[in-house]
């Protein structure tokens, strides 16, 4: 039985073409994978705040004294026990929206997610062994000449790695505000990938 966390940062909600895409996938995983339990984290409802000076002394003084039950840090010990983690954002200014990097900010931290060995070695704290990323974005990026000019995905590769998670895809639908495009038939694509990925994941 494996512990799923889905977290949602699709900011225009129930409007959101992502949550659509994130709701089929997780309809599909639990139809697929009964016995696993998926616990939903919608980083709006928080509001958490960025780790402004005194916010991040805060942190800094309760890590040094191993207060690691405080409340500010839910969301790194929820993240860190997960055995699969489910992210959904939209593509917002060449990544995504900054809520989502404020719940990473607070996801990652020296003796939450990863610590230091005495030789200097970074270790993994996190059990997590798989994270997908579903998006949708205006633009179409899915070439690999714009890869470049896409952050989302590839920085929350990049978190995985850091953070030892062996398994990273992304499942995108490309160039949805681009005029002309079909966008039910872009949907129904990465609709059709994750109906494929939630046999597996
Ligand atoms: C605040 C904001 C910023 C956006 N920035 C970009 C961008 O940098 N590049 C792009 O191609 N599309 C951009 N878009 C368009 C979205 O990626 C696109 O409409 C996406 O499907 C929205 O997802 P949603 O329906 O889940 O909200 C932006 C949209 C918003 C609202």
Known sequence: MANVLFVNACVRQEKSRTLKLARHFLAAYAALHPEDTVVERDVMVE???????????????????????????????????????????????????????????????????????????????????????????????????????????????????????PEFRTIAADGLDIVGNDVEQIMAKAMAECDEVAKTF
């Not at 997960?82 to 990544?95: C, G, L, N, T, Y």
């Not at 949708?136 to 590839?154: I, K």
């Open 47 to 165: 509001r958490l705040e960025p780790l402004y000076p005194d916010t991040l002394d805060y942190q800094e003084r309760l890590l040094e004294e191993g207060r690691t039950d405080d409340p500010m840090f839910a969301a790194a010990h929820q993240f860190a026990a997960a055995d699969k983690v489910v992210i959904a954002a939209p593509f917002w200014e060449q990544s995504f929206p900054a809520v989502l990097r404020v719940y990473l900010e607070r996801v990652s931290g020296k003796n939450l997610s990863f610590y230091y060995d005495e030789a200097g070695g970074k270790h993994s704290l996190c059990h997590v062994r798989k994270l997908l990323f579903l998006t949708t974005r205006g633009g179409d990026f899915s070439a690999p000449e714009a890869q470049w000019l896409e952050m989302g995905a590839n920085q929350l590769k990049a978190i995985a790695h850091s953070f030892d998670i």
